[in-house]
Nanobody, 119 residues
Framework: QVQLVESGGGLVQPGGSLRLSCAAS????????MGWYRQAPGRERELVAS?????????ADSVEGRATVSRSRENAKNTVYLEMNSLKAEDTAVYYCHVRDLVTTIDYWGQGTQVTVST
């Protein structure tokens, strides 16, 4: 059983920055993609950024240049991070950690963490 535990988020002022972390425990193949999606009220869930197990990254156009996704592996625990700066009101959403096991093609999701950009 794979579990994803997110941390970070909260209320951030416009122009500020945030750092989200997601620790993945359990067993999945080393060939995988980890990343972050977000869902704003009334909108579909969308990809923010992802990183493959060999370090290739992908960003949504809306966050390109403002976001950095990274990952680490320590003691068999995989962690994915998202750092964003120059935050805007339109970045307000629930952010979800995501892992896709590329061997089994199973998707795993975190519980979501709210990010609100407001004064």
């Amino acid at each position: 059983q794979v579990q994803l535990v997110e941390s970070g988020g909260g209320l951030v002022q416009p122009g500020g920055s945030l750092r989200l972390s997601c620790a993945a425990s359990g067993s999945f193949y080393r060939l995988n993609v980890m990343g972050w999606y977000r869902q704003a009220p009334g909108r579909e869930r969308e990809l923010v950024a992802s990183i493959t197990s060999d370090g290739n990254t992908n960003y949504a156009d809306s966050v390109e240049g403002r976001a950095t996704v990274s990952r680490s592996r320590e003691n068999a625990k995989n962690t994915v991070y998202l750092e964003m700066n120059s935050l805007k009101a339109e970045d307000t959403a629930v952010y979800y950690c995501h892992v896709r096991d590329l061997v089994t093609t199973i998707d795993y999701w975190g519980q979501g963490t709210q990010v609100t950009v407001s004064t």
